[in-house]
């Protein structure tokens, strides 16, 4: 069973910079490609960011394009999230996910990623 589990998140001002861990207990979370959702309060949860198994192939949402950067280790199976220019809307729950591998390609639904972590809260003041 993969468990995955993030770190990371904080309080920050407006225009700063947080750097989110996603650590996986299992090494066959290399062989899957991984994303970022984020949920505020009362909202669905979205997509942020993706990466293909070999973190060749990035994807992110236009929200987030320009400011954020998804990247991972596979040796030390993390995942990592680096957030700049950050903005009072980016303030929700951010969770790590492992896709369920039944594609080829990224993807951005909820449905397509079978683990999740528990969420690291970032929060963004004005």
């Not at 750097?19 to 669905?44: D, N, V």
């Not at 009072?88 to 996910?97: F, L, Q």
């Amino acid at each position: 069973q993969v468990q995955l589990v993030e770190s990371g998140g904080g309080l920050v001002q407006a225009g700063g910079s947080l750097r989110l861990s996603c650590a996986a207990s299992e090494r066959t979370f290399s062989g899957f490609p991984m994303g970022w959702f984020r949920q505020a309060p009362g909202k669905e949860r979205e997509f942020v960011a993706g990466i293909s198994r070999g973190g060749r192939t990035t994807d992110y949402a236009d929200s987030v394009k320009g400011r954020f950067t998804i990247s991972r280790d596979s040796a030390q199976n993390t995942v990592y999230l680096q957030m700049n220019s950050l903005k009072p809307e980016d303030t929700a729950v951010y969770y790590c996910a492992q896709s369920d591998g039944r594609s080829i390609f990224l993807q951005r639904g909820v449905s397509a990623y079978a683990y999740w972590g528990q969420g690291t809260q970032v929060t963004v003041s004005s």
